[in-house]
């Protein structure tokens, strides 16, 4: 955090934003104004977004009748919001001061005098609930680009105007108020509690696509080792199959020849790889076969044509 809130924008659609503007800021029923308890007029007439129009539309035509050529200007004055944290209230006569500060050091940044920005200039406090969450106290101060005396003040759309806006809200509010930002500033680091930051729209689009492709390769990899699982298991059962062709022929061969424990022995091996065969998820034709062969091994009237594999 390095100071209170200034925030800019452009007003723009030339007599009518400004129109716009002038309605949405003093309109107490706006859904942005459910936690707006007071709406006041700090600093400037009645007439100070009439002026800015005015002295707008009147740059315009000059600028026509000289025949100076260009476009006529469609963004008719800026608008610069001065934000307090919750907690934090200034009087009236307070947020005047602050604002007068604001538009000499703004005039001076334009290299015209205070009193000339001072006809085009409007400043409308908004005084927020302190209950719950939301916005403190702030005030809108919407400043014409051009003067009565015709000058186009281009160095008020500038950065520097709002570096300039911000030293001099930070200053002013410590001279009149005794609110120093930097005690704020403090409050916040020991409360764990730093300004929330926006996240560039260009980093968040990266984050998803990061986890998007995360997602792909996470799919593809599942399915890879669903593969090499079925694979493996089809090489086993294959492997397991032989065996049990070629130990039932032992089988049989010692049974012709009378031989028990050659008999025995490979009895129980067949029963062995049975069991393993019986872990494996195996076709219903291949377990058919494994039921006659586990009959024939009990001794059962089973013929060995009936136990191809």
């Known amino acids: 955090m390095k100071g209170w809130t200034v925030k800019t924008a452009v007003t723009k659609n030339g007599a009518k934003g400004i129109a716009a503007r002038h309605v949405y800021l003093f309109n107490k029923k706006h859904i942005n104004h459910e936690k707006t308890e007071c709406i006041t007029k700090v600093f400037g007439g009645d007439d100070a977004m009439a002026n800015i129009v005015y002295y707008a539309e009147r740059y315009s035509a000059e600028q ?3 025949g100076l050529g260009g476009r006529p200007p469609s963004s008719y004055a800026m608008e610069f919001t001065l934000n307090l944290p919750k907690n934090y209230r200034p009087s009236e006569k307070q947020w005047r001061g602050i604002v007068i500060d604001c538009i000499n050091a703004l005039a001076k940044c334009c290299n015209v005098g205070g009193k000339e920005l001072a006809s085009s200039t409007l400043a409308i406090l908004h005084q927020q609930s302190m209950e719950g969450k939301g916005t403190g106290d702030h ?5 014409g680009k051009f003067t009565e005396q015709g000058n186009f003040l281009k160095n008020l759309q500038r950065k520097t105007a709002t570096h300039v806006l911000k030293n001099t809200f930070n200053n002013s509010t410590k001279q009149r108020c005794g609110y120093d930002w930097t005690e704020y500033a403090k409050t916040l680091e020991c409360q764990k ?3 929330k930051k926006n996240i560039p729209s260009w980093r968040v689009k990266s984050a998803r696509d990061f986890n ?3 997602e792909k390769l996470n799919l593809v990899k599942s399915l890879s080792e669903q593969f090499d699982n079925k694979l493996h298991k089809t090489q086993l ?3 397991l199959l032989e065996r049990l062709q070629r130990q039932l022929i032992k089988w049989f061969k010692a049974k012709e020849e009378k031989d028990s424990t050659q008999k025995n022995r490979q009895k129980n091996r067949i029963y062995k790889t049975m ?3 019986s872990n ?3 076709c219903s034709e291949v377990s058919s076969v494994i039921e006659k062969i586990n009959e024939c091994v009990s001794e059962k009237n089973i013929k060995r044509e009936d136990l191809s594999l």
């Open 193 to 195: 509690c730093p300004n």
């Open 139 to 143: 005030v809108h101060l919407v400043v």
């Open 64 to 66: 026509k009748m000289r």
């Open 280 to 282: 494996l998820e195996i």
């Open 212 to 214: 998007l492709i995360d």
């Open 237 to 239: 059962e294959k492997k």
């Open 275 to 277: 069991s393993e065969l």
